[in-house]
């Protein structure tokens, strides 16, 4: 099946300092991604939605100008969390899909994640 | 907007046991509903995923139900091994993908 990847898989930063989490799609072209993010045992809450090309469309209380979004080709988006604080210390996963709007059968194939430690 | 239910919220089983897991969404407008395994700290693995026109999907000794009508689904796990512990999400998708808070299921030798 396609997979997706993540780097890092897990990163510790200082507070105030910035973080890039790339999210690649290895085998197949991911013309709409997706960046979720999981607080302790909680569920998985959508942040964002980027189609290749464009602009990201984000969640409502997800706040664009801290958490940049790029997804500039179509195996590779970044997820930067600008001025990071201990709050934003969460798991964070990306998916992807291949097809853009969706269609009924294509899939979501999600990443492994990335779990960011802000101190 | 999709909310997404699940209930229980914890479950403790002996092994042996069969078991039933609920989740319930608002929004029946669906193109799948998918029920996913994540593991402590771990990622998610994808389980079964029934389209939105099916009712039903079975692999080894899980079986996942649909009820798009009624915004229901039951994933039925059969003959539950201590391996089998982990928290168990349900997601619902129609343009992007809502997730429930999950059970967390533990399995007791």
């Known amino acids: 099946g396609a997979v997706v990847s993540q780097h890092p898989s897990w990163v510790i930063c200082k507070s105030g300092t910035s973080v890039k989490i790339e999210c690649r799609s290895l085998?197949?072209?991911?013309?709409?991604m997706f960046w979720y993010r999981q607080f302790p045992k909680q569920s998985l809450m959508l942040m964002a939605t980027?189609?290749?090309?464009?602009?990201?469309?984000?969640e409502q209380g997800v706040e664009k100008d801290k958490f940049l979004i790029n997804h500039a080709s179509l195996t590779l988006s970044t997820l930067t969390v600008t001025s990071a604080h201990p709050e934003d210390s969460s798991f964070y996963i990306c998916?992807?899909?291949?097809?853009?709007?969706?269609?009924?059968?294509?899939?979501?194939?999600f990443g492994p994640g990335t779990r960011l430690t802000v101190l | 907007k999709q909310e997404v239910t699940q209930i229980p919220a914890a479950l403790s089983v002996p092994e042996g046991e069969n078991l039933v897991l609920n989740c319930s969404f608002t929004?029946?407008?669906?193109?799948?509903l998918q029920w996913f395994r994540q593991d402590p700290g771990k990622g998610l693995t994808s389980l079964l995923l029934?389209?939105?026109?099916?009712r039903e999907q079975t692999s080894g000794r899980l079986n996942a139900s649909l009820d798009k009508s009624s915004g229901r689904s039951t994933l039925y796990i059969a003959a539950s091994q201590p391996g089998d512990s982990a928290t168990y999400l349900c997601?619902?998708?129609?343009?992007?993908?809502?997730f429930g808070a999950g059970t967390r299921l533990t399995v007791k030798p």
């Open positions: 998916s992807a899909r291949d097809r853009v709007g969706g269609g009924s059968t294509d899939t979501q194939y």
């Open positions: 085998d197949f072209q991911a013309t709409t």
């Open positions: 980027s189609n290749e090309g464009s602009k990201a469309t984000y």
């Open positions: 929004d029946s407008a669906i193109y799948n």
């Open positions: 029934i389209q939105s026109s099916q």
């Open positions: 997601a619902v998708r129609l343009y992007d993908m809502r």
